[in-house]
Structure formats: structure tokens, C-alpha cells
């Protein structure tokens, strides 16, 4: 079953319930999502993007992940 971009979107508000997240894409395997959330500030932009991954619970992890591609943009909210 391919993932969908409400999948994504509960796998990213389970680690930033309180973040505003945009996740866009429809063709089960390519995405693009903005989180912004204000648990980023003090975070680079990897460490942010790393803290996002890690969210997806291995959806993206080689081969057999679920999720092939992931345009992220993260930023800390102001």
C-alpha cells in the first residue's frame, strides 16, 4: 500500500503536535512537506531535517521504504 500525504502528516505531528505542517503529493511515492516548529530554534537546518526524519519512523530507510523522496523545508516558528 503506498503511503499518502496524511500518512505523513500523523507521522510528523506525533514528534511536533503543536507545528504547522504542509505536506503535498499525490502520486504515493514523491512529497514535499514545511514543518515549522518552534522545538527547532537553536537547531541548524540538518539538525532540524534530521529531527523530521527521524519522525518517519523508517518510512524512508533504503530500498524498501515506503517513501521514496521528500522535498522538506523546516524552519523554527517566530
Not at 496524511?6 to 503529493?25: M, Y
Not at 515549522?36 to 519522525?55: L, P
Not at 533504503?62 to 517566530?78: D, Y
Request: net charge negative; no cysteine.
Amino acid at each position: 500500500m503506498a503511503i499518502t500525504a496524511h500518512d505523513i502528516e500523523a507521522l510528523i505531528r506525533e514528534s511536533f503536535p503543536n507545528a504547522h505542517v504542509i505536506v503535498q503529493g499525490d502520486d504515493g511515492a514523491h512529497f514535499a512537506a514545511e514543518v515549522i516548529d518552534e522545538s527547532f530554534k537553536g537547531m541548524n537546518r540538518v539538525q532540524q531535517q534530521r529531527a523530521v526524519y527521524a519522525a518517519l519512523k523508517g518510512k524512508m530507510d533504503g530500498s524498501a521504504g515506503e517513501l521514496h523522496a521528500l522535498a522538506l523545508t523546516t524552519k523554527a516558528s517566530e
